[in-house]
């Protein structure tokens, strides 16, 4: 028997990695993000019959990606968005698993800040929320799944993201967690989805961890399907 292939011929966009918003020529603000999670993920929907678009910060060179993956680099928050808004319209299902800076300075220095007083000050202003945007115009045949990376009254500060970005499923992970922060092999993940549901996963690799996504996004985009055609 061949090989199951239960996305076969769908549109995954993915995002992945951090971003870098620039202070001056030199320094910038980013994230511990190393991507890992993002990149496992793209390999995992590929393997399961996708298309599948990375549109990925800056990420360590000591990744792998897939041969059939379509990677779109890039570095700040805009670059993303503008990035991602190629595929909102074409995909069939989207993961914003990026760790995306949320603000950014106001202006950038067109020099290198010299260190000539004891401090100074940086205005950030607000980058635009890509998820946010993409369940803004999301149809209903599309599904939109997010990551909320948590400190604190995890779950609900991850069912409000849910409910705010429209998301179709939240995967919960918590820096509270050993073995499941920035930069390394394994994740304990939390998945909610709209009916409430919610399903602990134990630590395991980030391979492991994809498969779980791929598994529970098949079942919700299948049942999507199912009840689009019943009302057409």
Not at 55 to 79: E, F, K, M, Y
Not at 86 to 95: G, K, L, P, R, S
Request: glycine share 4%; aromatic share 8%.
């Amino acid at each position: 028997m061949g090989m199951k292939l239960p996305l076969l011929n769908k549109k995954v966009l993915i995002t992945a990695g951090p971003t870098r918003e620039a202070i001056d020529p030199v320094r910038y603000i980013s994230n511990h993000s190393s991507g890992k999670m993002g990149y496992a993920i793209a390999e995992r929907f590929i393997t399961a019959g996708a298309e599948v678009y990375l549109v990925s910060g800056p990420v360590s060179t000591h990744i792998n990606p897939h041969s059939r993956l379509r990677i779109v680099q890039v570095i700040s928050a805009a670059d993303m968005y503008l990035a991602c808004c190629q595929f909102f319209e074409t995909v069939d299902i989207a993961i914003f698993s990026a760790a995306v800076a949320d603000y950014r300075p106001e202006k950038i220095s067109p020099r290198k800040i010299k260190k000539e007083e004891d401090s100074f000050t940086i205005k950030m202003v607000k980058n635009i929320d890509i998820a946010y945007e993409f369940g803004k115009i999301k149809t209903t045949d599309q599904l939109s799944i997010g990551f909320a990376l948590e400190t604190n009254d995890e779950v609900t500060n991850a069912m409000h993201k849910l409910a705010r970005k429209n998301f179709d499923i939240v995967i919960l992970n918590s820096l509270n967690e050993a073995n499941a922060a920035f930069g390394v092999d394994t994740n304990k993940i939390t998945i909610l989805q709209k009916d409430l549901t919610q399903v602990d996963f134990p630590t395991q690799s980030k391979k492991q961890v994809a498969e779980d996504i791929l598994s529970v996004t098949c079942n919700l985009y299948n049942e999507t399907k199912r009840m689009v055609a019943e009302v057409l």
